[in-house]
């Protein structure tokens, strides 16, 4: 599977965005699907997930209630719709698939990525 992401700018503090994960090559409902970010200067993180086929949700303890995972079958599409936005949430986005196994905030376990996008929250 190929992926995309997408949806990344400048927005002020309390802002909202939706990044976009658009897959091809394969339907986005046979892969886990994992949100990371990578700040300037510190190492990438889980952010959220949606798992393959039982569609269970995980977020990481800074998003949760602020971002909400999810999927698209028809347009092979995953989102992260990003509320109440932060200073700290500024960071380069990574969508992740993984054909095998639930969700998991483990990069290394990943073997297809899509090439990032841009979220930078500030005013």
């Known amino acids: 599977v190929q992926l995309q992401a997408s949806g990344g700018g400048l927005v002020q503090p309390g802002g909202s965005l939706r990044l976009s994960c658009a897959a091809s090559?394969?339907?986005?409902?046979?892969?886990?699907i994992t949100w990371f970010r990578q700040a300037p200067g510190k190492e990438r993180e889980g952010v959220s997930c949606?798992?393959?086929?039982?569609?269970?949700?995980w977020y990481a303890d800074s998003v949760k209630g602020r971002f909400t995972i999810s999927r698209d079958n028809v347009n092979n599409t995953v989102f992260l719709s990003m509320n109440s936005l932060k200073p700290e949430d500024t960071a380069v986005y990574y969508c992740?698939?993984?054909?095998?196994?639930?969700?998991?905030?483990?990069?290394?376990?990943?073997?297809?990525w899509g090439q990032g996008t841009l979220v930078t929250v500030s005013s």
């Open positions: 992740a698939a993984r054909k095998l196994g639930g969700c998991s905030p483990t990069a290394e376990w990943y073997l297809n």
């Open positions: 090559g394969s339907t986005v409902d046979a892969y886990t």
């Open positions: 949606i798992s393959r086929s039982s569609n269970n949700e």
